[in-house]
């Protein structure tokens, strides 16, 4: 059985670090819709030749003062950074060297000013002025992490179905109060991604089966929600689920009732996010389009969605990075969405380093640029 574990934690590791944070991938049937109706995929970028490519895996902003953090990793070293950027103009402010010499898990969290680089045993912490604040060893094989909104706690979900919890200060493991999550049939129950409300009252998290939600003062258990894939939770105390069945994203209250649904007529889902008022929702994923000879997959868009009316008001593109590459290449995928600008843009990251900004209102990209820290 530990060998079982072990051989399935580095599949699992290895699927995460391909995907964005917390949001399963999977494809379906076309549903009909005209999705990309009147869309100019312009150029196409090729990606470049040789070796295995400089990628980065996860994003994570701070709204407040409109940075974004991006980690890359060279998979041929291995090495790992995390750039920076200022996110009116993409230009790269720092660079943070994690010392992660047990290997990463594409993950990155931010809040209450610090930034949590997540490693299998442990977890490189920073300011945004890039001052190192602690490593913090951590137990158990995490894959998913998230931070408290003051910054004060660390919480890691590993591939046991366990949420542990870290004062950042001390380094020091507090106990628990959320269950261990029951088993599936694989004898063993991933927690692949970590959500928590603004207020920091509520934490949900992300298994094979579903969604579980947990008030964090005393552990007890809001809601279990049995729909597979990724959780954002808003400011109003929402919840977005997404990806499941890599069309729909569906909206609950804290005890788990349904509070409306958006079936995207796509392919996939790769991120879900809210404004800062929880007004808006962003929906990154792949939209049904005609197949380009030579060509693998579908563009990918990401859509603004009104909550208070449930239609979609925006739809932005980036014709230089949307759409699909060569079949056979390494594919170009979504790696983290957010509000940024006081919700007027909407920062995208790819995993070939690119982050694109677009405007909310016009749908254009305001910069677009690969970053090379």
């Known amino acids: ?153 660390l919480f890691t979900g590993d591939a046991y179905g366990t949420i542990r919890r870290y004062e950042i200060a001390t380094g020091a493991e507090h106990p628990s109060p959320f269950a261990q999550l029951p088993l599936n049939d694989s004898a063993i129950d991933f927690v692949t991604g970590l959500a928590i409300s603004p207020d920091g009252t509520t934490i949900a998290a992300c298994d094979p089966i579903g969604v579980h939600v947990w008030r964090v003062s005393d552990g007890a258990l809001l809601a279990e929600i049995p729909s597979p894939g990724g959780v954002t939770l808003s400011a109003s105390g929402e919840l977005a689920v997404g990806g499941g069945d890599g069309q729909t994203v569906t909206f609950y209250d804290l005890t788990g009732l349904e509070r409306g649904r958006y079936n995207t007529s796509g392919y996939a889902i790769y991120g879900v996010a809210y404004s800062a008022d929880g007004t808006k929702v962003a929906i990154v994923n792949e939209i049904p389009a005609d197949p380009t000879p030579g060509r693998a997959g579908f563009p990918i868009v990401v859509r603004i969605i009104d909550r208070a009316t449930g239609t979609e008001v925006a739809q932005l593109f980036d014709a230089q990075q949307g759409r699909p590459g060569p079949i056979g290449a390494k594919a170009v995928l979504p790696v983290g969405v957010a509000f940024v600008a006081d919700d007027r843009e909407v920062a995208l990251g790819w995993s070939d380093r690119r982050v694109t900004v677009f405007s909310t209102s016009s749908g254009a990209p305001v910069w677009s640029r690969v970053l090379d820290p």
């Open 1 to 153: 059985m530990k060998r079982k574990i072990e051989n399935t934690i580095l599949a699992t590791t290895a699927f995460l670090l391909a995907s964005s944070a917390c949001v399963a991938t999977s494809r379906v049937g076309l549903d009909d819709g005209d999705g990309g109706a009147g869309l100019d995929t312009g150029a196409i970028i090729e990606p470049p030749p040789g070796p295995a490519p400089v990628m980065s895996y996860a994003m994570a902003t701070d709204p407040t003062f409109d940075l974004l953090a991006l980690e890359i990793m060279d998979t041929g070293v291995p090495s790992e950074s995390i750039a920076i950027v200022d996110a009116d103009d993409g230009n790269v402010l720092r660079v943070l060297r994690p010392s992660l010499s047990n290997g990463p898990i594409g993950k990155v969290a931010q809040a209450g000013g610090v930034i949590a680089v997540g490693g299998v045993s442990s977890t490189s912490l920073f300011r945004w002025d890039g001052s190192s604040l602690r490593e913090i060893a951590t137990n158990g094989a995490v894959l998913s992490l998230a931070l408290s909104p003051d910054g004060a706690f």
